[in-house]
């Protein structure tokens, strides 16, 4: 059955998921509660948030988690430039599955899978085991391959696993194993994943990083595939962009991005409640 409403969760690191909640926060405090959506896709940053949101804890409550000391947190380097350079594997001729696999092997060349214990870091911030009952997909894409995968709660794969597999991001993080193959970040095949939304009437896409590797997957190609009635992207404005900082993967950042959103949303109150269809 074709959802109603999906809310798009899409990458952006430490400072991404701070952010977003901070978001969601902000239109919940007014009346506008998106964690509802009939379907939640997540990429990267966006899988965590959307399992968050789909745990059945309070956004309140997420948000507050954020403005905490960080302490369960890894930090890692990802900078703008650090993206820019992974443009030329998708430059070189070849279909999508072909220009993936090729960050796949720098991937694997980079890191041994399971070098580092990212599923704890990754455990400690959704704070569950289980799969939530609700139409929540989360990406990643296929190291060896290069093909686009979506995890979902029928795909028989920890969730754990799943949410780590999609935070990924090559040569900072290892790829994850799952059942013998390895995945890496989910926004190697787009930073959103908003064609994951087909059939909705109306979108709501959190994009901390919305920019595309090809035109074919940005989020507007995607979303003209979509054919939503009602639809609308939200990127960091510029204080939100300063509260991010050069490093997305800072964790001393967190808090700074949570407030950020929470901000930036009291500004979008009137334009996501009418995309929504909540009455005033």
Request: proline share 6%; charged share 20%.
């Amino acid at each position: 059955m074709s959802p109603r409403t999906a809310l798009v969760l899409g990458g952006g690191g430490i400072t991404g998921i701070a952010w977003e909640v901070g978001i969601l926060a902000g239109l919940a405090a007014e009346g506008v509660d998106l964690t509802g959506a009939d379907r939640i896709i997540g990429t990267s940053a966006g899988s965590v948030v959307g399992v968050q949101v789909t745990s059945g804890t309070p956004i309140a409550d997420l948000y507050d988690e954020q403005l905490s000391p960080p302490d369960a947190e890894l930090g890692g380097r990802l900078s703008r430039l650090a993206l820019i350079k992974m443009v030329p594997p998708f430059v070189l001729p070849g279909d999508g599955n072909t220009k993936r696999a090729r960050i796949g092997k720098l991937a694997m060349k980079a890191h041994e899978p399971g070098s580092v214990d990212r599923e704890g870091v990754i455990r400690s911030r959704i704070d569950t085991e289980e799969w939530p009952d609700r139409d929540l997909q989360i990406t990643a894409v296929e190291a060896e391959t290069g093909a686009f995968t979506v995890f979902t709660p029928d795909s028989g794969v920890d969730i754990v696993s799943a949410v780590a597999a999609s935070c990924a991001v090559p040569t900072v993080w290892p790829p994850v194993a799952i059942d013998g193959r390895h995945y890496i970040d989910g926004g190697m095949r787009s930073t959103a994943n908003v064609d994951l939304a087909a059939g909705a009437e109306r979108v709501i896409v959190l994009a901390p990083l919305p920019q595309a590797f090809s035109k074919a997957t940005s989020i507007r190609a995607q979303l003209e595939k979509v054919a939503a009635r009602e639809w609308s992207v939200i990127t960091p404005d510029a204080e939100a962009l300063a509260a991010f900082g050069n490093n997305l993967l800072d964790p001393a950042k967190r808090a700074d991005a949570a407030r950020a959103g929470l901000r930036q949303a009291a500004g979008l109150v009137a334009e996501v409640r009418h995309i929504w269809g909540v009455q005033p």
